[in-house]
């Protein structure tokens, strides 16, 4: 079945760090990916989403491209803010239509 | 314009009651999906409902747990004789129909079995 892989938490970056959190996947066919955050007391929001391979998502400066080749969709930002502190969830999309999650990433920036 | 919305926020109940979890979508949004939040599981899929067309219920964990959508519109998630590891957040999101359309999550329900 479909799996997401993310790094574990937790991250603590100070800030203007450069951020990386990986994500590999499994799935049959071409899924979605999106990335989803979740702010302290908050419910999840997306963050941002590639729908092919190559595609590259971006919003509040974050970034990951879809990598087919590699299965992955790796999150960046080059310049964190104490702001960005959350729990960040990579996810896919198949073929049923529901979303698998990764246990996701908690990301504590200092200032 | 209005996002998920989840009612109540918070539960609390005693083993083995029944509860009542409910959640009115994005309107214009065909599709609505529960999922369940817990700290050893992660975030788990629990049913997608889809139009008129039939609701997949393949990640309800037990026949303890039903779900109905009335008039493609408000879900309400039903949990009888709960127990302790059903505590949990229970999240709603709904999206446009289409593989590739994002789906949009409500704040969720924090159900606390005493």
């Known amino acids: 079945g479909d799996s997401v892989t993310q790094m574990e938490g937790p991250v603590t970056l100070s800030e203007e760090a450069f951020l990386t959190i990986n994500c590999t996947y499994t799935?049959?066919?071409?899924?979605?990916l999106f990335w989803y955050v979740q702010y302290p007391g908050e419910g999840l929001q997306l963050l941002l989403k590639?729908?092919?391979?190559?595609d590259k998502g971006s919003n509040k400066g974050f970034e990951a491209t879809y990598r087919k080749e590699t299965t992955s969709f790796h999150l960046e930002k080059g310049s964190v803010q104490v702001s960005d502190s959350a729990v960040y969830f990579c996810?896919?999309?198949?073929?049923?239509?529901?979303?698998?999650f990764g246990k996701g990433t908690l990301l504590t920036v200092n200032p | 314009g209005a996002g998920v919305s989840q009612s109540p926020s918070n539960k609390v109940t005693e083993k083995g009651k029944d509860v009542e979890l409910r959640c009115d979508p994005i309107?214009?949004?065909?599709?609505l999906y529960w999922y369940r939040q817990s700290l050893g599981q992660g975030l788990e899929f629990l049913i997608y409902?889809?139009?008129?067309?039939?609701?997949?219920k393949s990640g309800l964990p037990s026949d303890r747990f039903s779900a109905e959508r009335t008039g493609g519109s408000v879900s309400t998630l039903t949990i009888q004789r709960t127990q302790q590891e059903d505590s949990a957040v229970y999240l709603c999101?709904?999206?446009?129909?289409?593989?590739?359309?994002?789906?949009?999550f409500g704040d969720g329900t924090r159900l606390s079995i005493l």
């Open positions: 996810a896919l999309r198949g073929s049923n239509y529901k979303l698998t």
């Open positions: 409902f889809q139009g008129n067309s039939a609701p997949d």
């Open positions: 590639a729908t092919k391979a190559d």
């Open positions: 999101a709904s999206s446009l129909e289409g593989g590739y359309q994002p789906q949009h």
């Open positions: 799935a049959t066919g071409y899924p979605s």
């Open positions: 309107s214009g949004h065909t599709a």
